[in-house]
């Protein structure tokens, strides 16, 4: 049976359609149109308590009876034990790929989360305060991506979990003004994920409805 992910076309929620296509795992999608705030339905409460995309349930969870899943994080590992693709063993890789994992949940996301906001702010004075403070940080954090790739070819050297929720992220790159070409090491990655087939359906997947 398919899993269900309910998701919206964001960044966290491309990083699950990206990882349930490269595991090949059949899925339905559930669209949740965050800005008509259906995150809030309670339905779909009852299985992301903190009103956020993205969740999934699958029906055929570790002791065969269905399960649910929130956090972006918890989802990819989750799928990763699953189908123990993307998901390094070896202990070194496996370590490397929960740092970048967390990396990315803890700062590769809440910071060019706040350019996104701030950057559509219309009083000028908020917009200068915070775009200063958090396009800072995030081409900081872009700089240490960047010394990471220049050191291996994917965040925890074989490509894995951490590289899908990364890239959902560095696919708003424009978004959060930030050029690539600035990043070489990035922007080759970058580069050779969006070139991978499975990434390519993971983001073109709908997950808006039509209007
Ligand atoms: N830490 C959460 C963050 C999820 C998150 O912030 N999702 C956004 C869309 S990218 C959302 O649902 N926003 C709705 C809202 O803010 O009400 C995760 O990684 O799953």
């Given at each position: 049976?398919?899993?269900?992910?309910?998701?919206?076309?964001?960044?966290?929620?491309?990083?699950i359609s990206?990882?349930?296509?490269e595991m090949g795992?059949?899925?339905?999608v559930h669209v949740v149109d965050i800005n008509r705030r259906e995150q809030f339905e309670p339905a779909f409460q009852k299985i992301s308590p903190n009103n956020r995309i993205p969740?999934?349930?699958?029906?055929d969870g570790?002791?065969?009876?269905?399960?649910?899943?929130f956090e972006s994080g918890a989802i990819l590992i989750y799928l990763g034990e699953k189908t123990g693709l993307f998901y390094p063993r070896e202990p070194r890789a496996h370590v490397a790929t929960l740092e970048w994992l967390m990396f990315q949940m803890g700062s590769f996301g809440p910071i060019p989360g706040q350019v996104h906001h701030f950057v559509a702010l219309e009083n000028e004075t908020d917009r200068r305060y915070g775009l200063k403070r958090f396009m800072d940080e995030t081409r900081r954090l872009y700089g240490v991506m960047d010394r990471r790739l220049g050191e291996c070819e994917f965040f925890a050297g074989e490509i894995s979990i951490a590289d899908f929720a990364i890239l959902g992220w560095?696919?708003?790159?424009?978004?959060?003004?930030?050029?690539?070409a600035e990043f070489a090491n990035v922007q080759r990655w970058y580069q050779t994920m969006m070139a991978r087939p499975g990434v390519a359906r993971g983001f073109a997947v709908p997950l808006r409805r039509a209007a």
């Open positions: 049976m398919s899993i269900q992910l309910y998701a919206f076309d964001t960044p966290n929620g491309r990083k990206v990882a349930l296509e795992l059949p899925y339905d969740a999934i349930v699958d029906p570790p002791d065969g009876a269905p399960i649910s899943v560095a696919w708003r790159h424009a978004r959060h003004r930030v050029d690539l």
